[in-house]
């Protein structure tokens, strides 16, 4: 990350920034591929070993020059509302921790509510984008059947699987 925010900061004192999100940060869903790290969606058995390339949602805001701060938690195997997670720990709602994000995008959620980043990336595909944006106030869009490509995401539910952001407003939504 230091290594990412460093060349972005010389592209910027260049003069040459690769585009409006070099040197913004962003998060990724653990249920999808970013190197270096693995991809556990959200269990204790999958993901051991790193990624050996990235989902295209994640090279192509690489290659935009985002900042990408690392993987969030999900709901194991994305399979519940909740956010719940006995192997990585349930993320909690920044606006009231005793509750939880809700959806298995909730750790993408809970980082965009705290502040950590502007936008993240999370799939959906019964609700995991959605749920969590509403319950923290965000904007989340489940972007439309193959409008987004799914190579690196975790084949969970390939029929119904949508990548997109949840993000603080509409505005960013859409960018990202």
């Given at each position: 990350?230091?290594?990412?925010?460093?060349?972005?900061?010389?592209?910027?004192?260049?003069?040459?920034?690769?585009?409006?999100?070099?040197?913004?940060?962003?998060?990724?869903?653990?249920?999808?591929?970013?190197?270096?790290?693995?991809?556990t969606?959200?269990?204790?058995?999958?993901?051991?070993?790193?990624?050996?390339?990235?989902a295209?949602?994640?090279?192509?805001?690489?290659?935009?020059?985002?900042?990408?701060?690392?993987?969030?938690?999900?709901?194991?195997?994305?399979?519940?509302?909740?956010?719940?997670?006995?192997h990585?720990?349930?993320?909690?709602?920044?606006?009231?921790?005793?509750?939880?994000?809700?959806?298995?995008?909730?750790?993408?959620?809970?980082?965009?509510?705290?502040?950590?980043?502007?936008?993240?990336?999370?799939?959906d595909?019964?609700?995991?984008?959605?749920?969590?944006?509403?319950?923290?106030?965000?904007?989340?869009?489940?972007?439309?059947?193959?409008?987004?490509?799914?190579?690196?995401?975790?084949?969970?539910?390939?029929?119904?699987?949508?990548?997109g952001?949840?993000?603080?407003?509409?505005?960013?939504?859409?960018?990202?």
């Open positions: 990350v230091l290594r990412q925010a460093k060349e972005s900061t010389q592209r910027f004192k260049d003069g040459k920034p690769l585009s409006l999100f070099d040197g913004v940060p962003v998060a990724v869903k653990d249920e999808i591929d970013m190197t270096p790290y693995p991809t969606v959200g269990t204790s058995f999958l993901g051991k070993t790193p990624a050996r390339e990235d295209t949602v994640v090279a192509r805001l690489r290659s935009a020059g985002a900042l990408l701060i690392g993987k969030t938690n999900m709901h194991e195997i994305g399979i519940n509302v909740t956010g719940l997670n006995p990585h720990g349930t993320t909690r709602n920044p606006y009231n921790p005793a509750h939880f994000t809700g959806g298995s995008s909730s750790g993408s959620a809970t980082a965009v509510a705290a502040g950590f980043v502007p936008v993240a990336i999370g799939a595909g019964g609700g995991s984008i959605r749920i969590p944006a509403g319950f923290c106030g965000l904007v989340g869009l489940k972007a439309t059947y193959g409008r987004v490509s799914e190579f690196g995401a975790f084949p969970l539910d390939w029929t119904v699987a949508h990548i952001p949840i993000a603080g407003s509409a505005t960013d939504a859409a960018l990202t």
